[in-house]
């Protein structure tokens, strides 16, 4: 089994700030890792994925996130955010085998203010 | 392309009432299905998720219930709905390894 853990359940930063939001997970199997991106009233859209490779991977609006075995984290990161940044963001893990569903964190809402 | 249908956006029921909420997909074959319900200010919790026709894995026990009855459609239902049911529902599939895509929510208020 795995769990999630989003330690920060908001997150205000300034517009064009840097900003990291924080996943962890726990898991006795290597995992696949996610981050998905919800806006008010919606559904839940994917972000960005590790699934092998390069332990950095990136979105196209500018988001990263570098998977770390040692210290089972995938940190979400973006050099300087936009208004439109402003969501709610889930950190998500999946075992390699076995069941596909997602085990998602607590979410961490991100508030940019102007 | 594949898209992912989810009916209806909102529902407002009294409690005791039946419920039925359906997701279809479409443009894929023979998807891993899966209902989870997200709390207001929580995370998501998955509800149920099946394999196939026919297959229903229950992950919690609750007041609901799931069925699968063709490849590309899951209904999530209830005979009698609980104030604890309100939430917000979301359905989703995946295919393979790799990503879930998610349908566009059901909010669902129980008075």
């Known amino acids: 089994a795995q769990s999630v853990t989003q330690l920060d359940s908001q997150v205000p930063v300034f517009e064009e700030a840097p900003v990291e939001l924080r996943c962890n997970y726990s898991?006795?199997?290597?995992?696949?890792l996610f981050w998905y991106v919800q806006y008010p009233n919606q559904g839940l859209q994917l972000l960005l994925k590790?699934?092998?490779?390069?332990?950095l991977v990136e979105s196209i609006n500018g988001f990263e996130a570098e998977f770390n075995k040692s210290q089972t984290s995938f940190h979400l990161r973006k050099p300087s955010v936009h208004i439109s940044d402003t969501a709610e963001y889930f950190c998500a893990v999946s075992g390699i085998t076995g069941r596909r569903a997602l085990t998602f964190g607590s979410g961490t809402r991100l508030q940019v203010q102007p | 392309s594949q898209t992912i249908h989810q009916w209806p956006a909102t529902l407002v029921q009294p409690v005791g009432s039946p419920l039925s909420l359906e997701c279809t997909v479409e443009?894929?074959?023979?998807?891993?299905l899966y209902w989870y319900r997200q709390a207001a200010g929580r995370g998501l919790q998955l509800l149920f998720y099946?394999?196939?026709?026919?297959?229903i894995s229950s992950e919690v026990p609750q007041n609901l219930s799931a069925s699968r009855p063709q490849d590309r459609q899951f209904i999530l239902s209830s005979k009698k709905l609980l104030l604890s049911d309100s939430g917000f529902y979301l359905c989703?599939?995946?295919?393979?390894?790799?990503?879930?895509?998610f349908g566009s929510g059901t909010q669902l208020s129980v008075l």
């Open positions: 898991s006795s199997v290597s995992v696949y």
């Open positions: 989703a599939w995946s295919v393979g390894q790799g990503s879930m895509f």
């Open positions: 099946s394999v196939g026709i026919g297959q």
């Open positions: 590790y699934l092998s490779g390069s332990t």
């Open positions: 443009g894929t074959s023979n998807p891993n």
